[in-house]
């Protein structure tokens, strides 16, 4: 069974940074790739990050290229969202996804992933 748990959400200043944590089990990690989409009350969810299964491919959503940085490390079945100078409109439902396919591409739609961490709220103020 694919499991996927986030962490290192919470409440920060605009301005300031969060690095989130995606552990999956249960998949061969390192044939997948993975993404980070987010959610607010009322919203659609938003692709937000992608990440091929190698690494060597990403996507950022425009709202975030250039602070948010998609990594992943293989051996630790683990893939990182690294967020800097956060504003208070990046509030929203973090959450981590797998591809359904063994591309090597990063996807961007959500219907391109068939399993979903729970989420980690990510809360910044002004």
């Known amino acids: 069974q694919v499991q996927l748990v986030e962490s290192g959400g919470g409440l920060v200043q605009a301005g300031g940074s969060l690095r989130l944590s995606c552990a999956a089990s249960?998949?061969?990690?390192?044939?997948?790739?993975m993404a980070w989409f987010r959610q607010t009350p009322g919203q659609e969810r938003e692709s937000v990050a992608a990440?091929?299964?190698?690494?060597?491919?990403?996507y950022y959503a425009d709202s975030v290229r250039g602070r948010f940085t998609i990594s992943r490390d293989n051996a630790k079945n683990t893939v990182y969202l690294q967020m800097n100078s956060l504003k208070p409109e990046d509030t929203a439902v973090y959450s981590c996804?797998?591809?359904?396919?063994?591309?090597?591409?990063?996807?961007?739609?959500?219907?391109?992933?068939?399993?979903w961490g729970q989420g980690t709220q990510v809360t910044v103020s002004s």
């Open positions: 249960g998949r061969t990690f390192n044939s997948y790739a």
């Open positions: 990440i091929s299964r190698s690494g060597g491919s990403t």
């Open positions: 996804a797998t591809d359904r396919w063994n591309f090597n591409v990063p996807r961007v739609s959500a219907a391109a992933y068939d399993y």
